[in-house]
């Protein structure tokens, strides 16, 4: 089991829409609930996820999700 950033997806929403945070190879993404990418920092992905999880809006869902990275394909040299 590997513990890393890139091992999770954030799920955030309510009852009519849901974004999704993940990190990939290039950083932070956040594919908005119309499916739109936008590039992030982990700045800035605490600054959405966070007043959820204090509780500042209610209707706020949020759903962390673990998914085991694929292997990575050693190549000889």
Request: glycine share 6%; proline share 6%.
């Amino acid at each position: 089991m590997k513990l890393t950033n890139d091992s999770y997806v954030i799920l955030m929403g309510a009852k009519n829409f849901t974004e999704r945070y993940y990190r990939d190879k290039t950083g932070w993404l956040k594919v908005s609930a119309r499916g739109r990418r936008f590039r992030m920092t982990a700045e800035q992905v605490l600054n959405h996820v966070l007043p959820a999880l204090a509780g500042i809006k209610p209707n706020l869902t949020i759903k962390v999700e673990y998914h085991d990275p694929l292997p990575q394909i050693e190549r000889s040299p």
